[in-house]
């Protein structure tokens, strides 16, 4: 049975952290988001801070936001195009695979050879179009299993939610047909919806437990068509998380809605201190 503090407190998210964000696929963007060589992507998700980036050759890694000197950020923007990534608080630099490559001499590493000075980097997996990291080790992770095709990469807008990740979510889910055709939840994190000859994906970006993004990725289309979308769906949620801190839960009218809150009842069980 979920709580108002499940939504509206910190344990919650910090079990979410440990038990559902640390142990399952991610997504972090569209491909087409970071499309060129030396592109990259910063974000933070599920309270991790990750960099996506593409390096010369074309191969994406997902990298840590945290320099192996004193873990200040690497990344500061939101999105760009570099050669190396450089700490702008005491100059380590890494190439675009996260390997340390130099420093100043005052803060150099005794061993600049040690794999310990290198950003730390996470499985990769790409799908339909989209980049997913993990935390987990690869092979200790439930598969991916998006097995759609989907039209060309169009464009991406941004929605800056005030409402735990959960509130969006739910919102996502209400009112789905069981058996919907054009409409598909892919834990935790993902939904993708047809629109004719579109296909729209919805990510969700868990920043902390009452700051979500929300990321409408269009293929076969361009996004911004879809900025009223995003803003009504930013003014609903906004409003069911106040729903949700006064204590009004969402009831599971769709078998959607109710494998979410099991799974999420699975995840809580690990974590005695949450619901």
Partial sequence: MMKAEDYSQG???????????????????????IGQAEDFLSATVGGWGVVAVRDKAGTISVLRNACRHQNMPVVGVPSGTCET???RFHGWTYDLAGKFVTAPAPVAPADARSPEVNLVSFAVAQEAGLVFFTLAEAEKVLPLTLDVALPPYGSTISTDIACNWKVLVEHLLLGQPDEARDFAWHWPLLALRRAGALAIVEQVVPHTFLRTRLL????????EEHKPSGDMIKQACEHLQ??????????????LLADFHRQLGAAYAESPTTT
Avoid: Y
């Fill in 242 to 255: 106040a729903d949700r801190s006064a204590g009004t839960m969402a009831i599971d009218d769709n078998a």
């Fill in 11 to 33: 344990e919650a998210f910090q079990a979410e952290k440990r038990t559902i964000f640390s142990t399952a696929w991610l997504p972090v963007c569209a491909a087409g988001q």
């Fill in 85 to 87: 990534f450089r700490c």
């Fill in 216 to 223: 409408t990725h269009v293929f076969g289309g361009r996004a």
